[in-house]
């Protein structure tokens, strides 16, 4: 009798309140996301003290874990403030803090020392020997450095010191530099990544030219939209959760600290229902594979890449400019019983009649839109385009509080 498949965690992004909310809703293990400062996500909406309290309760409520984010390179100048915003963490009850530099992690270890640590991707841990180091630090995780393959990964795996877990990137957004350690942005904009404040000028558009013909722009690795030589595809590695499960990995984790509840709740519900199936059996997980695959399509992406988890990025040239299948046009505010009103927050405009999908943890099922009702003037509509405004409606479907509405991209409803 074959051994049942042993499943990780999976590991959402929450840059803010509602995508936390989204990510818990549609199927998390546990979420990371960062406090107002020391996190390499400057931008990001993150949380102050009494917002990482609210989330941590949120998520503990609901079963799931939160790892706060510390991955900054932090200066000698800055290690007090460090600590402690790393003991106001511990006070707020978060699960572990993503740490990335040797020194942070010793002053953490020693000053609140009942803190866990999980060893960030910056860190660029590629090997057993820097593991073991971690460990004996008192670390309790490592996330791999992406450059990773899978059958490194298995290897290092199999020679875990006790009490230890290793979690790896599955999906998401790549940066083209050694494990995130990037300069170009330091260099070119003066805002460091290392320091939470990149400026991804490797998603610009770049072009050579020669000293002594200026004016003539030379192509480097030129697709239709132009030349990105220095932007990374997207990772994605769906088709390949049963490989990564045997190889021993604890945590997957999804890339997005930066993107909307749509886009968390859309690649959070999809591999929740991939490993959900794999639990099942890798045959299940086959033959929901093209379902899962497409429902990733229905959000914001760059061409996709299998990164180095196959030995070496696949396709060669960068990529730019985004696509998605879906639009996201509403969020439940109130749920609802099937036939009856629910209250939505209206996201983007779309009409009576259109086909529409209702994401819910369970899966996605299709409706076709009905007139509304506008919350602030009473009259019904058959299309409105404020974004934020409250609508009810009713759906031949029940409707939970939460679950989001989306419809066609508007190039595919002009198609």
């Avoid at 013909?213 to 990374?232: N, Q």
């Amino acid at each position: 009798m074959n051994e049942p498949i042993r499943i990780p965690e999976l590991l959402a992004p929450a840059g803010n309140m509602d995508s936390l909310r989204a990510a818990v809703r549609f199927g998390a293990d546990a979420v990371y996301g960062g406090m107002k400062r020391f996190g390499l996500r400057a931008f990001a909406g993150n949380f102050d003290e009494a917002a990482l309290r609210e989330a941590v309760e949120i998520c503990h409520r609901a079963g799931v874990r939160f790892y706060v984010t510390m991955n900054i390179f932090p200066y000698d100048d800055e290690l007090d403030a460090f600590c402690e915003a790393g003991r106001a963490a511990l006070g707020a009850g978060v699960d572990a803090a993503i740490v990335s530099d040797l020194g942070a992690v010793c002053a953490l270890r020693e000053r609140v020392p009942e803190l866990p640590i999980h060893v960030s991707t910056q860190a660029s841990t590629v090997n057993l020997s820097a593991v073991r180091h971690w460990r004996a630090l008192g670390c309790q995780r490592v996330i791999l450095a992406r450059e990773m393959s899978l059958e490194r990964i298995g290897r290092l795996c199999a020679g875990l010191p006790e009490g230890m877990e290793i979690e790896t990137f599955v999906h998401g957004a790549s940066c083209m530099a050694w494990s995130g350690r990037c300069m170009l942005s330091a260099e070119l904009a003066g805002r460091s990544g290392n320091r939470g404040a990149c400026a991804q000028p490797c998603r610009w558009q770049y072009a050579v030219e020669e000293l002594k013909r200026p004016g003539e722009y030379l192509p480097v690795a030129e697709d239709a939209r132009g030349t990105y030589i220095f932007s990374a595809r997207d990772l994605n590695l769906m088709p390949y959760l049963p490989q990564l499960c045997a190889a021993g990995v604890s945590s997957l984790k999804i890339e997005g600290r930066m993107k909307t509840e749509y886009y968390v709740a859309t690649v959070t519900g999809a591999y929740r229902r991939a490993l959900d199936a794999l639990r099942v059996s890798e045959e299940v997980f086959r033959a929901g594979l093209p379902g899962w695959m497409d429902e990733l399509r229905a959000a914001s992406h760059r061409a996709w890449d299998t990164g180095f988890l196959l030995g070496a990025p696949q396709t060669p040239g960068g990529a730019e400019g985004f696509s998605q299948t879906r639009e996201y046009v509403a969020r439940a505010l109130e749920g609802a019983p099937a036939g009856e009103e629910a209250v939505f927050e209206l996201k983007n405009r779309f009409y009576r009649g259109d086909t529409l999908e209702l994401m819910t943890p369970e899966g996605v099922r299709t409706v076709t839109a009905p007139s509304f009702v506008r919350e602030k003037t009473g009259e019904t509509l058959d299309t409105f385009g404020v974004a934020g405004e409250r609508i009810r409606m009713a759906l031949p479907v029940a409707v939970g509080a939460g679950d989001m509405l989306r419809g066609p991209t508007r190039n595919h409803r002009e198609a």
